[in-house]
């Protein structure tokens, strides 16, 4: 069996980690929606859920063995549990429904690429669909146990595939065996000085294969770049063959095949190893808050700070309403939230947006960076709150997902949703979202993030009362509605979250009919037989 | 007809911006092949060139009249023999040998991105090879009307598409017509205050969708990011369909298309519009020579800027073979010569290697990043030449074709290779290519440019009296041996180059089988019958 680190089955990390849901958020919820959260309902116990029968053939399941070792191929009701969904809203509401969960047959542990190969040949031969697993924090649906038009259908959990194969210090490259998970990869690049710089919200459970399969960005991506940007090579098993993408910074020898690998989302193979562009170790840091007149004004701020090359590693921006989401959930006391508020109104930035500004690098160099970046914040208004809210921020920012947790047992959709466009398009795409979510949530919040020279992307969270008994119903029309919204006004369908099954359907808004017919032409082509994660991506 | 700056057919530019051979270049020459150069051949005169007959059925090219105007369908002698081929060396050689040459049977220039689409459903129906021709610089063979397995063959011209379709000068993103040249380009964005800061050595012939279908790299790639990094959006004709990618700053919607039709080098479809980020116009720039010790003192002080954050926009550095034939072109007289030599004697980097960096940016911003930049430069014992070397380097940076054909006319081979590789093997992939050309080649140089947090590109010029009557069979013997020694060594066959046909027996060592596999399903979905460009890149 395999070390790793599982997360409850219904829910986000750990027991240990989860906290509770702290009254003044509980207060302040029940204040917007104007009636008070449902009493707390227990998360569901592991003997009470129903899970579907095994299908797995004795056949296919002595060959696993013979490939992997029998330890190594678990049909336990507690691995394939944990192996039955990701983390998305409505994976949570599936476990917690009652219903009958579709569970993949078998979960199978192979030890190196060798074995990914030998797994995926024996299963095409075979007929088996194969989801690849790495930390499991799906959100769109990536890791369903989808069996298409296969009898049954294996997890590949690449969890025993975990170490830092090579680095390569000159270079600042590392290649990582892809079921490594984000602190064990900084962990170990820490002994070298070095970092890989990205820290997505999944950062303690996802796996660096999961990145570069989802081209995931992490909070600081601003800085160090999205996960697509930080590929020099790759390695993925396909069931009929192999892509082996050596180290290379740049070059002009065909389509770099590195960005067919990033996004393939398991439907082309299994992402076995990755080489990575590393930094080196910041030696300081510092969060900060400042407040800006208004989000429209934020969106200016963050944008010349981009174009004139000024972005702190970490630069956010949110909205009125998660601003005020913001101040409330961090639970100031109500003489202080008048002191705040008595500030900001004598700085003219009272119903601000807030702005979360990271540096981090030599300690020297951010001084001068701050310095520069604070003339043009300036410029637009900006007010500062101090480090204090910064580093709160930074603290907590592995924690969002526990609180959904609380408020889901308290009958309460949490939900988020991301996409990206232009920077002229930037608020006209916000409008129009925000507008489509406001009339069917109570509580609505967006962020600016992850910004580039042309554009950044655009994060929104929102809360509601769930619908009595079609909890499931009620996201399905909100999210096709949104998802409308953003590719009718220009949006991204997603910009770190991926497409698995949740935005399939707007995948053509991308790529167009071509576009999708040439991935489904290379599909073929790696995957003959159709086995490789059906009913996701394409 | 087309409004086309036209390039000598047998050569480089035109006769007005040829100048002529220089006599300390042609003395210092003859001093290190050790016989003087043969004395001056005359360029083929047009009328003397014979070129193979046009086979274009009438019914093909009605058919193409009826889509772009009789009078851009072309199949006279002149507009045939100067698409008949590319710049490389190879293809010079071809122009001046006397022989036949090969030429597409007819040019067709199209106004817009529905008359090419048009163009190729045509081609693609009556089964005619199709050529897309932008500038016409390739070096490796790239637009070489070759026919496969067709009777006819006919070059697409874009040479009528030629202007700025869209500019979102908040977002920074330009959207170019693909046939727009590179002075065009930059005059056009002037205008806004905007660059694109992209500055192949092939700038002043070279267009927008060749930049893009062969992954190009500016000479200030290091600054600006190369061509690949620049794609936000692309729309590129195929004969069955159209990839049509709207601008976007970054997603995570399954793999990247735009790093499909990047690199596709005509063989997938005609890249008709692209969508690139730009970046402000420089209000000052500053290039300077500096002298460092060895060529690997030079890689270590380049690597050291670049993983610092510090490289200039423009960072380069020769080898001591390149560095003297630098001095030597340079025509520095015996007088100045001997300050030179004393003057670096006394700092210690006699024989040592030259390096040109030149920053660009807001005035106020260079002056800081310099200082930084020169105390990394210290540290490896770099001694500063000043700002007229740097300058002289600036001002004659898109001559050197111009010199390669006087050289030719003399009876000399002047070849250029190059490739890419990490930091740790930079040296020694340096080491071995460089051996290889020593074997074959009187002078040989090298320089390391094109500068990437993981690693850089190495270019490589050689000369060397021609092979009495065999000259191509030289060539064919050198680059095999070269390209054989790259690959062999770690290193892209190709950095900015492409593959074209020179490179497609290596580009199995960059993708492997697998790779070529995939690319060769998306060719089959997009170009069912394989009109496009044939015989290149895949």
Redesign the interface.
Same mark, same amino acid.
Not at 170 to 173: D, E, G, H, K
Not at 214 to 217: C, E, L, M, N, W
Not at 452 to 457: D, M, N, V
């Given at each position: 069996m395999a070390d790793s680190t599982e997360m409850r089955f219904w829910g986000w990390g750990s027991d240990a980690d989860a906290g509770e849901l702290q009254p003044h958020i509980e207060g302040w919820l029940a204040q917007q929606f104007g009636s008070p959260l449902q009493s707390p309902a227990a998360p569901p116990s592991e003997q009470d859920v129903r899970i579907s029968k095994s299908k797995l053939s004795k056949r296919v399941a002595s060959g696993l063995s013979s490939i992997v070792g029998a330890a190594n191929v678990r049909n336990d009701r507690h691995a394939r549990l944990i192996h039955s969904a990701g983390k998305s809203y409505l994976d949570l509401l599936t476990m917690r429904s009652g219903k009958r969960i579709p569970a993949p047959d078998a979960v199978v542990y192979p030890a190196d690429h060798d074995s990914v190969r030998a797994v995926l040949k024996l299963c095409a031969k075979r007929g088996v669909a194969v989801v690849p697993f790495g930390g499991g924090t799906s959100v769109v649906g990536g890791v369903a146990p989808l069996r298409g038009d296969f009898e049954s259908v294996i997890a590949v959990d690449l969890g025993r595939m975990r170490s830092l194969l090579a680095l390569?210090e000159?270079?600042?490259?590392g290649t990582f065996a892809a079921g490594l998970r984000g602190p064990e990869l900084e962990h170990t690049l820490r002994a070298h000085n070095l970092t890989l710089g990205h820290f997505p919200q999944s950062f303690e459970f996802s796996t660096v294969g999961g990145w570069v399969a989802?081209?995931?960005?992490g909070q600081a991506s601003s800085g160090y770049g999205?996960i697509?940007d930080l590929i020099?090579g790759a390695r993925m098993a396909?069931p009929? /063959?192999?892509?082996? =993408?050596?180290?290379?910074?740049?070059?002009?020898?065909?389509?770099? =095949?590195?960005?067919?690998?990033?996004?393939?989302?398991g439907a082309l193979g299994v992402i076995s190893e990755v080489s990575l562009?590393l930094?080196?170790l910041p030696e300081a840091s510092r969060y900060e808050a400042w407040m800006v007149p208004s989000f429209a004004s934020g969106a200016d701020a963050l944008?010349a700070l981009e174009?004139a090359g000024l972005t702190p590693e970490i630069a956010r921006c949110s909205d009125r309403g998660e601003t005020e989401m913001g101040v409330a959930f961090s639970g100031l006391d109500g003489a202080k939230a008048k002191l705040l508020d008595r500030y900001l109104r004598g700085r003219g930035v009272e119903h601000g947006s807030l702005m979360i500004l990271g540096w981090e690098g030599a300690s020297g160099s951010i001084e001068g960076r701050r310095r520069a970046a604070v003339d043009v914040l300036g410029e637009f208004g900006a007010v500062a709150l101090g480090r204090g809210a910064g580093r709160a921020w930074a603290q907590s920012r592995f924690h969002t997902p526990y609180l959904r947790d609380h408020l889901m047992s308290r009958g309460v959709m949490v939900e988020t949703l991301e996409?990206?466009?232009?920077?002229?398009?930037l608020i006209s795409l916000y409008r129009a979202v925000d507008k489509v979510l406001a009339m069917q949530a109570v509580v609505v919040g967006c962020h600016i993030s992850?910004l580039?020279?042309?554009?950044?992307?655009l994060y929104f969270t929102f809360l509601t009362p769930q619908t009595a008994n079609d909890a499931a119903g009620q996201w399905r029309q909100l999210k096709s509605a949104a998802c409308q919204a953003i590719v009718d006004n220009?949006g /991204?369908?997603?910009?770190?979250? $991926?497409?698995g099954v949740d935005?399939k359907p707007y995948?053509k808004a991308?790529?167009?009919?071509?576009?999708i $017919? /040439? =991935?489904?032409?290379?599909k073929?082509?790696?995957d003959p037989s159709g086995v490789m994660n059906p009913g996701k991506?394409?």
């Open positions: 390569d000159t270079s600042r490259v989802t081209r995931s960005a999205r697509d020099v396909t009929g /063959a192999e892509l082996n =993408l050596e180290p290379n910074p740049g070059n002009a020898a065909g389509p770099n =095949l590195r960005a067919l690998v990033a996004g393939s989302e562009q930094s080196q944008r174009q996409t990206s466009t232009t920077w002229s398009n992850h580039y020279q042309t554009g950044a992307s220009g /991204a369908i997603t910009h770190h979250h $991926a497409i935005h995948l991308e790529d167009g009919a071509a576009g $017919a /040439a =991935l489904r032409a290379v073929r082509e790696l991506l394409l």
